[in-house]
């Protein structure tokens, strides 16, 4: 394969495709009359102007093609489509880890999980285990910059009383603390209510998704006197899989968690092992593309949209019932289906519409992103493990050559280029080249094992300045 058809295949998989896979007269007619997508170019000639406004939307276990701008055939997503034509289409965009807390401390911090106690759990499950009010954040960050912040949705960095967005800089929250709860009782993970304004509970029966998105509507719909952050972490389309309609059967959920006599059963319950179809995830993730559409709806009618930010991506990758087709691996491990999401980015003012970026890049390298537009400085006592892309976004700077890393118990991972170390459960390493083979079925360890020491090395020597996991009980 040469270097520019596997350079392209990511944007082929991706919206490119989307025509092809439907097989639809309509979706065909579309895409003739949309300008097509073109590799990434920065507008160099852009005045700086006022700093922007960050909103940074995050999908639940949302898998990197199930929008129908990364090639979901069954999927319909037109106010993401429309957000991806109107700024960059990411293909090679990665989450900070393969799980809910360790990516958000990584987004949230701009460093490896591992950097922190509270990012070693994968995920975090109990009321010993959270982000350290003391560390830095990008909230806390940007508020010392004179901005304003919010987080409505999920937290999933601790519950009170020690952990709360309101401890880790944020001005305002709304939303839950912990990693899922059912949609409609607000029953969470630690079997008990889990809706909260600021540190208070606040009992709201409604569907989560449109809660959510009536709030976030109206933060970004107010009289706003300097610029503003808004962390706006939906949980869909994570499980338990219901939709607006589903009332009934969360009901009976619900009901399943106030009679659990353990954790387990909770887990259990939620986990909803025998319910969920293809029908019900792609309502799940249709209504978060509509919930989307509310909010990006608002910002418009607000006069904000021009000098607004807006970063969307997923917290990991995507699980049992997503469409992940070509990556192998989901949710849990550090194949590409558990880690490659989904990533949008526009901002009218500073960057241009229709285009695709094929360059690596990882939660950590956003956070250090949206502080150097935000003109904020990192704490140099907590020193970031991401890199801007400001330069390349914004000046047409090309990228430094590094690695992106990931650790998780069961799995490591490394990519450098277009090169993958992987090491599977079992202990076994496996190296691949994603841009001839995505799906990561050639192994090419036993062909090229220098340069998989060379790649295990590097991992290894990032690895050993990570706090060690704690043992896990016998």
């Not at 901005?147 to 880790?168: F, N, V």
């Not at 304004?197 to 009536?214: M, S």
Request: proline content about 6%; glycine content about 10%; aromatic content about 10%.
């Amino acid at each position: 394969m040469s270097e520019i058809s596997r350079r392209a295949f990511g944007g082929l998989v991706g919206g490119g495709a989307v025509t092809a896979v439907a097989g639809s007269a309509g979706a065909a007619s579309a895409a003739e009359a949309a300008p097509a997508e073109r590799p990434f170019r920065a507008r160099t000639a852009s005045t700086a102007g006022k700093r922007p406004n960050l909103l940074v939307i995050l999908g639940d276990d949302l898998g990197w093609a199930d929008l129908s701008s990364y090639g979901a055939p069954h999927i319909k997503t037109p106010n993401l489509d429309r957000l991806a034509r109107q700024g960059v289409r990411f293909t090679d965009a990665y989450s900070g880890s393969a799980t809910c807390s360790p990516t958000r401390f990584s987004l949230y911090t701009g460093r490896y999980p591992g950097r922190t106690k509270g990012g070693l759990a994968e995920p975090i499950a109990n009321r010993t285990q959270g982000l350290d009010p003391n560390h830095p954040t990008l909230a806390s960050l940007l508020k010392k910059a004179g901005y304003s912040t919010a987080l409505i949705g999920k937290w999933h960095c601790g519950w009170l009383p020690d952990y709360s967005p309101t401890k880790s800089g944020w001005d305002e929250f709304f939303g839950n603390h912990g990693g899922v709860l059912e949609y409609f009782s607000k029953l969470g993970q630690l079997g008990d209510y889990d809706l909260y304004e600021g540190d208070a509970e606040y009992q709201d029966l409604r569907y989560y998704t449109n809660v959510l998105t009536e709030r976030a509507v109206e933060y970004v719909s107010r009289e706003h006197d300097r610029p503003w952050l808004l962390n706006l972490n939906f949980t869909t389309p994570h499980w338990p899989w219901l939709a607006e309609d589903d009332e009934e059967t969360g009901a009976e959920i619900a009901a399943k968690i106030r009679a659990a006599k353990s954790q387990a059963e909770v887990s259990n319950a939620l986990n909803h092992y025998d319910g969920g179809s293809v029908a019900k995830y792609t309502e799940m993730v249709q209504s978060l593309d509509a919930a989307v559409g509310e909010v990006l709806a608002a910002l418009r009618r607000s006069g904000q949209e021009e000098h607004t930010l807006v970063y969307f991506a997923s917290d990991n990758g995507g699980e049992r019932w997503s469409y992940l087709w070509p990556l192998s691996g989901e949710k849990f491990v550090l194949q590409e289906g558990g880690i490659r999401v989904p990533t949008i980015v526009r901002w009218p003012h500073r960057i241009d519409g229709h285009q695709v970026s094929h360059e690596p890049n990882f939660s950590p390298d956003w956070t250090a992103t949206f502080l150097e537009v935000a003109g904020a400085r990192p704490d140099p006592a907590y020193p970031l493990d991401g890199t801007s892309l400001a330069g390349y976004l914004l000046r047409g700077e090309a990228l430094p050559e590094r690695d992106l890393f990931w650790r998780v118990r069961a799995n490591r991972a490394l990519r450098r280029g277009n090169w993958k170390y992987y090491q599977d459960s079992t202990g076994k390493d496996h190296l691949y080249d994603l841009g001839a083979d995505l799906r990561e079925q050639a192994d090419l360890a036993p062909d090229k094992p220098e340069l998989l020491a060379e790649l295990k090395a590097s991992w290894e020597k990032t690895a050993s300045s990570l706090l060690p996991y704690p043992q896990q009980p016998s």
